[in-house]
């Protein structure tokens, strides 16, 4: 994966797919009280703890779901069952839609 690119963007790793992705591209996941919670990309304030960062999409958040990711990124154990998948999903489709938002107020 060759960086072109002559910007700094800092990137992370999906949970779900793995690939790595600038943060504008990535939604990110905190746990609060032991419960997955969507924030981003531009939420604030940022949640206290270790993170996690995920593609809007459905496929990356099943297969974070389905491969134990969330425990491993939060260096704790996610009651995955407790997960909501389908809220979480709306979130992630309404933070994709936001961001997208955002990208076109950034133009000058
Ligand atoms: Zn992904």
Request: aromatic share 2%.
């Amino acid at each position: 994966m060759a960086n072109a690119t002559a910007t700094s963007a800092p990137t992370r790793t999906c949970v779900g797919c793995r690939r790595r992705a600038t943060t504008d591209a990535l939604v990110r996941l905190a746990l609060a009280d032991g419960r997955l919670v969507l924030w981003g990309p531009k939420a604030s304030p940022r949640p206290a703890g270790r993170g996690a960062s995920l593609h809007p999409e459905a496929a990356c958040l099943r297969a974070a779901l389905a491969s134990g990711a969330f425990g491993r990124a939060f260096r704790s154990k996610v009651s995955v069952t407790s997960v909501d998948e389908a809220d979480l999903l709306q979130q992630l489709t309404a933070a994709a839609s936001a961001a997208l938002r955002s990208v076109n107020r950034i133009q000058p």
